[in-house]
């Protein structure tokens, strides 16, 4: 009974799974859509290209504040969004991601570009800080 259990519990996590995926790449075709504002395509791509990216801005092994970006920022980016993105124009991204998952895997180098870079200006901004603290 307790395999039983835990094979549908597994089985509804990938399920949701697959549904957040289709809706994240229905936000990524969303964003390339004509119809959408500047100002939400702008706010669009930065969620985007964070929810994609392999690497988070917080590391995940920084105890609490590792797993606040996946907990709270991108759902809560992705909720701002949707309220940005006019019904029709959703309901034909969708439309297309669930057709376009059939065939390929989207991939986030350029979310990975965007943190990377974030992550060496920090670094640099850092050691240009600790430098000045120096020479003082």
């Given at each position: ?37 500047w100002y939400a395509k ?95």
């Amino acid at each position: 009974m307790e395999i039983t259990r835990r094979g549908s519990g597994i089985k509804k996590l990938k399920e949701k799974a697959a549904s957040l995926m289709k809706e994240t790449y229905a936000l990524y075709i969303a964003a390339r859509d004509p119809r959408l504002p500047w100002y939400a395509k702008a706010f669009l791509s930065l969620v985007l290209a964070y929810a994609f990216s392999p690497i988070d801005l917080i590391p995940d092994f920084i105890p609490l504040l590792g797993y606040l970006d996946d907990l709270i920022l991108i759902p809560l980016g992705i909720t701002l969004a949707l309220k940005m993105i006019p019904t029709q124009v959703m309901q034909d991204a969708r439309k297309q991601a669930a057709e376009a998952l059939l065939h390929r895997k989207p991939i986030g180098w350029a979310g990975a570009l965007l943190i990377i870079v974030t992550w060496l200006i920090v670094i640099a901004v850092v050691i240009w800080s600790l430098i000045g603290m120096v020479k003082k």
